[in-house]
């Protein structure tokens, strides 16, 4: 029997992996990145790329976690596994200050506390079938595409790193960076207002026409306001509940990453509306807060104590002095790199409502080739507009964080 040759059959991978674009965008900017600090060690790199916050957490959440770890070490007060929903108290702050005070109807039994809603906008995937048919915005932050290739979402990508299977909603200068509403039928459509990365927002208008497009298609809306902080227009909402209807269409995506700094804490949000449905290939109507609650309870053992505290901390009065004065330091980042790109003589868009400014490349370069060109003459790290889909490229992005 040892002479006898025979097939082994080995464990199989999930081949929609496979159709991944070489390298995620972040991992290969590193890459180059560490490749040339390793060359050139003495050269003083200004990284402007992955939109990272420099800045120290504010000290009224930094106090709180504190404290929050001294309770970890008093018996009558230690917390094991929290609700996987997140601590009461916390969502009854979120729901109060950053919804019911713009005169959104969102309750705090709506809210889901995670560790980031990069995981949240790739795990909400979960509850919803293969067969929807997708819609994103081109440019696009990667994880909204690259999360639906993974999932068996798409076909193929072609010679432009546009994937089969899906919607692409170009925001260009010549639609002044709005996603415009499809003539074909979309089931789900991701929506990222104050834009990564362009820094367009959306007026009340833009959003009311895509509501009514949704309710109008039984369409769900993935709103990721991750930086609705950063908008000082007192006329642009900062919800897409701010919007009459987006409850029966919409699920929203929220961070503490930007607005203070919990980048490397990790705490973020997301809404789902108890009254908002789905249908089950039966043709039943299903709730999708029961959906999303199931798989959190499975899949996701909740935020730590000490991270909810000092993200509860935001909403003190100190807290909120602090994260102003936060987004206002980054807000000022990104209109400097406005003014200085525009002086240059590059065209530039964005950096006003939020800490993304969209640069157009000079002279016909590639992004990457002025990546590479901004790297090695001028030592600044910057993200090409390429990695974020077919209509990014020869543009740039900077972040004001």
């Known amino acids: 029997m040892f002479g006898r040759s025979f097939q082994v059959n080995m464990a199989t991978v999930n081949d929609n992996y496979l159709k991944l674009k ?22 003083p790199i200004i990284r402007l790329g992955i939109g990272d916050v420099t800045e120290p957490l504010p000290e009224a959440c930094r106090t709180a976690m504190i404290q929050a770890v001294n309770d970890m070490g008093d018996r009558t007060k230690f917390k094991g596994y929290g609700p996987e929903q997140g601590y009461e108290w916390l969502r009854v702050a979120i729901a109060t200050h950053d919804f019911q005070s713009r005169g959104c109807n969102i309750d705090a039994s709506e809210i889901f506390i995670s560790d980031g809603s990069k995981c949240d906008t790739g795990n909400i995937l979960d509850i919803f079938g293969d067969n929807n048919t997708i819609a994103v915005t081109d440019p696009v932050y990667p994880v909204y595409v690259d999360t639906n290739v993974m999932a068996g979402h798409t076909g193929d990508a072609n010679d432009k790193g546009e994937y089969g299977g899906l919607i692409y909603l170009p925001i260009t200068a010549e639609n002044n960076f709005t996603a415009q509403i499809p003539t074909q039928k979309a089931d789900l459509i991701y929506l990222c207002f104050p834009n990564n990365p362009t820094g367009s927002v959306a007026t009340k208008e833009h959003l009311k026409a895509w509501v009514d497009y949704a309710k109008a298609n039984g369409s769900i809306i993935f709103f990721d306001a991750a930086y609705e902080a950063y908008i000082t227009d007192p006329t642009l909402p900062h919800s897409i509940y701010e919007i ?14 930007k607005n203070a700094g919990f980048t490397g804490t990790r705490c973020a949000l997301t809404v789902v509306p108890k009254n908002l449905m789905a249908k089950a290939s039966d043709g039943s109507d299903v709730e999708l807060w029961k959906l999303w609650n199931r798989r959190q309870s499975t899949k996701f053992n909740g935020v730590s104590y000490i991270v909810q505290r000092g993200a509860e901390a935001v909403y003190s009065t100190e807290g909120q002095a602090q994260i102003k004065a936060l987004v206002s330091f980054y807000l000022e980042n990104a209109k400097i790199i406005r003014e200085q790109l525009t002086a240059a003589g590059l065209k ?54």
Do not use: M
């Open 348 to 401: 530039v868009y964005g950096g006003v409502n939020a800490p993304y400014v969209w640069v157009q490349t000079p002279n016909g370069l590639s992004s990457w080739d002025f990546f590479d060109k901004l790297l090695h003459t001028c030592n600044v790290v910057g993200t090409p507009g390429s990695g974020f889909g077919a209509a990014g490229e020869g543009y740039f992005p900077h972040f004001g964080v």
């Open 22 to 43: 070489a390298g995620y965008l972040f991992p290969e900017i590193a890459r180059r990145v560490n490749e040339f600090a390793k060359n050139n060690p003495d050269a």
């Open 244 to 257: 009459e209807g987006a409850r029966d269409c919409a699920i929203e995506f929220r961070s503490f990453s």
